[in-house]
């Protein structure tokens, strides 16, 4: 069975700095991973996905993560925060190959940005 | 760009009344899902539908909860007696194919069961 754990609940940057949310998942199979964010009283947006193409993903926003199979991550960074990234993020993967449709969520990282 | 909607925004509802959450899909995915998320919490999976019946069910998704695709465009979920517990977000989302999964989010639809 699939999971994921995101290891910080919130984290906290400077504006201008870099960011780092991370995610581990589990997967009995080639996982599909994806992060999604979340900015206050709105939907989910998808930032990126990795699906066995290219381990380095980059998606809007200037955010990009790195697939490492042999440690299990999926990273989120970004080189420079700015105030528009205060959000909640997820990391989130599915099975591939797994009949069913549904993904699974962490358990979401509050990404704070001081000016 | 297309996008999934859902109606209403807010709904605040007595408990043991039944609720109707309205989802309008992206017109041409073909699969259809509803996630929940109580304040607070992380985003759990309730149902995916396929094909006009249900592909996988949470044990969230118990004899109080339905989904139907009335029409071609509509994918609706019904709570048929509310408890004080179903109060949460409920997000719809759509897919045009399963093998990567990729799903496209409503903005959610906030439930306050009183």
């Known amino acids: 069975a699939q999971s994921v754990t995101q290891l910080d609940s919130h984290v906290s940057v400077s504006e201008g700095t870099p960011v780092l949310l991370r995610c581990n998942y589990s997967s009995s199979y080639s996982p599909s991973l994806f992060w999604y964010v979340q900015h206050p009283n709105k939907g989910l947006q998808l930032l990126l996905k990795?699906?066995?193409?290219?381990?380095l993903v980059k998606g809007i926003n200037g955010f990009e993560a790195e697939f490492k199979k042999s440690e299990t991550s999926f990273h989120l960074t970004k080189p420079s925060a700015h105030m528009s990234d205060a959000a909640e993020y997820f990391c989130v993967v599915s099975d591939r190959y797994s009949s069913a449709s549904k993904i699974i969520f962490g358990s979401g990282t509050r990404l704070s940005i001081r000016p | 760009e297309p996008e999934v909607t859902q109606t209403p925004s807010h709904q605040v509802t007595q408990m043991g009344q039944e609720v109707i959450l309205r989802c309008v899909p992206i017109s041409n995915h073909l699969y259809f899902y509803w996630y929940r998320q109580i304040l607070g919490q992380k985003v759990e999976f309730l149902v995916s539908f396929y094909n006009n019946e249900i592909s996988e069910k949470s044990e969230i998704f118990d004899d109080q909860f339905s989904v139907e695709r009335p029409d071609g465009s509509n994918f609706t979920l019904k709570i048929r007696s509310t408890k004080l517990e179903d109060s949460a977000m409920y997000f719809c989302?759509?897919?045009?194919?399963?093998?990567?999964?990729?799903?496209?989010f409503g903005p959610g639809t906030r439930l306050t069961v009183l």
């Open positions: 990795y699906t066995s193409a290219a381990t």
């Open positions: 989302a759509s897919s045009a194919q399963t093998d990567n999964n990729e799903q496209f």
